[in-house]
């Protein structure tokens, strides 16, 4: 394959670029990528305020991170997060996540499975020591059952395993102020589906890309043409406007990332895989939500895929991806390892 060749055509319902609608029943969907930043930035629409509940819960965790946080308790929590990373640094974390993966190729015989092999344990291992979590090992299944729950929806059962792995890691993590707890754990709960998505992504569109084409140029493509996270919500708390158009105080907005970041007035040729392009993709958001782990995550993908592209091959077999509205994360790829 030569670069190009590589046209990602957007997933099968991903809405088409256009204006903002209203639909009477769930209210609007923004696509245009100004018009998404245009929300994001805008103080009338916030992010949906999650209750909070008993502590050591996940209705706790939830109403404690910055990420579901009412905006006069935002920036505080975002500040215990961007803390929590500060002392992280982007090269060694890429560096431990590539060593990580070299070492579960060398134990994997010839084929991995790189869904439940790599891109679901090595990202969370490799943050949670990091992050100071007592056992690194541990924190994955237990990171992995919170996010399953993290979005509102999850069925009886999720929550009930959700709760138990909040305590355990609450046992796990570095002793500190309740927010500055749940804020690191939020970090890696953030991590979890967003970096599997990413690696997944990166390692079924570009395995077969010439080896000219930089792995940082790789994932930062994918992030734009198939993004693990395909969109968020925010509610209008005071009547605002958006691109010529009312929107009353109480209507729900989602912006589709998924769409806005193959938007032509922002991406020239949108569909087509091109490495070095300039523009930043709006998939971890943007303004003052956008996700503070994003070079994290980033860094985390480019170690994993950067040995895979170097050590495996793709075993070819159709792509499924996990039932979910706004997530976007690969079931099962299957690698033979060179």
């Known amino acids: 394959m030569t670069v190009d ?15 903002p609608t209203r639909h009477p029943d769930t209210g609007w969907t923004v696509t245009r990528h100004a018009d998404v930043w245009a929300v994001l930035a805008d103080p009338a629409c916030q992010v949906p305020v999650a209750p909070g509940g008993a502590p050591g819960t996940l209705a706790w965790l939830r109403g404690t991170v910055s990420r579901f946080s009412a905006p006069h308790r935002h920036p505080a929590r975002r500040a215990a997060g961007v803390a929590a990373l500060a002392a992280v640094d982007h090269d060694e974390l890429r560096a431990a996540a590539a060593r990580l993966t070299g070492e ?50 999850a069925d009886a059962a999720r929550v009930a395993a959700a709760d138990r792995a909040v305590s355990a890691l609450l046992g796990m993590t ?54 693990p996270v395909r969109g ?9 406007r958006l691109a010529g158009r ?39 958001g943007a303004g003052p939500r956008g996700c ?17 592209r170097h050590r495996c091959r793709t075993v070819p077999a159709p792509l499924t991806h996990e039932p979910h509205a706004l997530l976007r994360v690969p079931t099962t790829i299957d690698l033979e390892i060179r």
């Open 174 to 227: 570095p002793p500190g102020p309740p927010e500055a707890v749940a804020n690191r754990i939020g970090l890696l709960v953030q991590a979890c589906d967003a970096t599997a998505g990413l690696i997944g992504a990166a390692t079924g569109h570009g395995l077969a890309l010439p080896a000219t084409v930089s792995t940082g140029d790789l994932v930062a493509e994918v992030l734009r043409l198939d993004p």
């Open 104 to 153: 579960v190729l060398d134990r994997a015989g010839d084929r991995l499975e790189v869904m439940s092999g790599l891109a679901r344990h090595v990202p969370l291992r490799v943050l949670a020591a990091r992050l100071g979590l007592a056992d690194p090992v541990a924190a994955v299944p237990a990171v992995t059952a919170v996010a399953a729950a993290y979005h509102p929806g």
């Open 232 to 240: 968020t919500r925010r509610v209008a708390v005071a009547p605002t």
């Open 292 to 308: 503070p782990g994003e070079r994290h995550a980033v860094a985390l993908a480019t170690g994993v895929v950067r040995v895979l």
């Open 5 to 19: 060749d590589l046209v990602i055509a957007p997933a099968p319902d991903t809405p088409p670029c256009g204006p």
């Open 246 to 284: 009312d929107l009353a105080a109480g209507e729900e907005v989602l912006l589709r990332f998924d769409a806005a970041n193959r938007d032509p007035a922002a991406h020239a040729d949108p569909d087509r895989f091109t490495p070095g392009r300039s523009g930043t993709p709006l998939t971890f």
